[in-house]
Structures are given as structure tokens and as C-alpha cells.
């Protein structure tokens, strides 16, 4: 495991210098091929943006977090997802492009529900701050949609699922970093990849 910190990363997030995110991740890769790793994972969302960059140059092959997430909403029979994660993540082409390729549908937060929930996320979650009112503002986006077909949630951010769960969630949830982590551990277990 290695990680700059999130201030270098989101350095290069704010002037949208994806190149500079591929760059750290770049420098990660290498000290874990370093390490001995067989393959690589990255918990962040996010910065999955960066994996084009990354990707062609990097040492060793990486499990993609939106690949193991469609792989499972298949796996559980789930055709229309909600999506939930940071501005950049939302606007951003890492899920669609995994979605899409194994049938699935995306519904993406309205213009004013992407600013609220990356508030929430960017001032509240990563600061350790919890409140009912953020609850009830995934509940909000969730239920919408609900109503729009979605028959499950993508918790598209590490942080979401410290307040978001298939217990409080309208939707069934995706936690696409728990997924990550198993699909990772099924890998380095069996030595075979999960999902491309």
C-alpha cells in the first residue's frame, strides 16, 4: 500500500491536472512493483480519471473500481444504477464507459444534487463531520432515483458508506470500495483477474 497525501492530489484535482494525478499514481505504482505487488488497486474514485495517463506507463496491470462494480450490479441482476460520488467524479466518464460496456444504465445527480452531496463529502465526510441532514440529503437523491428507475446505488466515494448503507438507502447500495477490496483479495487469493 502507498499514497501521497489528499492535499497532492487534490493540488492537481482543483487545476484539473489529470496528467499530475496520473503522475502520483505513477510514482505509487512504482514503489509497489518495487514492493513485489502483482497487481494494483485504487480505493479513490476519483482519480480514476487519471487512469488513461497512468495506465500505458505503469508497471504493473490495475483493477478498475467501475469494472468491478458493473460486474457485480450483473452478478446481482441490476440494470439502471444511480450513481454517488464527488463533482469530478459525477461528471466524469469512469462510470459510464464501464457501465455501458456490460448493458447498464446511469443516472447521474442533478446539477444542484452533485453540488449538495460534493459539500457534503468535500467539507463534511472527509473532515470526519456526520449529520443527519446529510443523511437525509443521499436519502433525497436516492429516492429520486428510485423514482427514476434506478434499482440500485453506486456509493461512488470511500467516504459515502461511513453514513449510507443498504439499511438507510431507498436503494440497494453498491459500496464500490468494499467491492474493490474483495474483488482484490479474490485475485491476489486465486491469482486470476476479477474484472478488466
Excluded at 17 to 35: F, H, P, R, T, Y
Excluded at 66 to 74: G, R, S, T
Excluded at 133 to 144: H, I, M, P, Q
Excluded at 157 to 165: A, H
Aim: net charge negative; charged share 25%; with cysteine.
Amino acid at each position: 500500500m502507498h499514497t501521497y497525501s489528499l492535499a497532492a492530489y487534490m493540488n492537481c484535482i482543483y487545476s484539473g491536472d489529470w496528467k499530475g494525478v496520473g503522475e502520483l499514481m505513477l510514482c505509487s505504482a512504482d514503489k509497489l512493483a518495487n514492493a513485489g505487488a502483482d497487481f494494483l488497486i485504487c480505493p479513490d474514485n476519483t482519480i480514476h480519471q487519471a487512469l488513461a495517463h497512468v495506465e500505458p506507463r505503469s508497471p504493473l496491470p490495475w483493477m478498475h473500481i467501475a469494472a468491478v462494480v458493473a460486474a457485480k450490479a450483473v452478478e446481482r441482476g441490476f440494470k439502471r444504477l444511480g450513481l454517488a460520488g464527488t463533482r469530478w467524479l459525477v461528471d466524469s466518464d469512469v462510470y459510464p464507459d464501464k457501465l455501458n460496456a456490460r448493458g447498464l444504465e446511469l443516472v447521474r445527480p442533478n446539477a444542484a444534487e452533485r453540488d449538495a452531496i460534493d459539500r457534503i463529502i468535500m467539507d463534511e465526510l472527509v473532515g470526519g463531520v456526520f449529520k443527519p441532514e446529510a443523511v437525509a440529503s443521499f436519502r433525497r437523491l436516492f429516492g429520486r432515483m428510485k423514482d427514476e428507475g434506478c434499482d440500485a446505488v453506486v456509493l461512488g466515494c470511500t467516504e459515502i458508506p461511513l453514513i449510507m448503507n443498504d439499511s438507510n438507502s431507498p436503494l440497494p447500495t453498491l459500496d464500490s470500495t468494499r467491492l474493490l477490496a474483495r474483488a482484490a483479495l479474490q485475485r491476489a487469493v486465486r491469482g486470476a483477474p476479477e474484472a478488466a
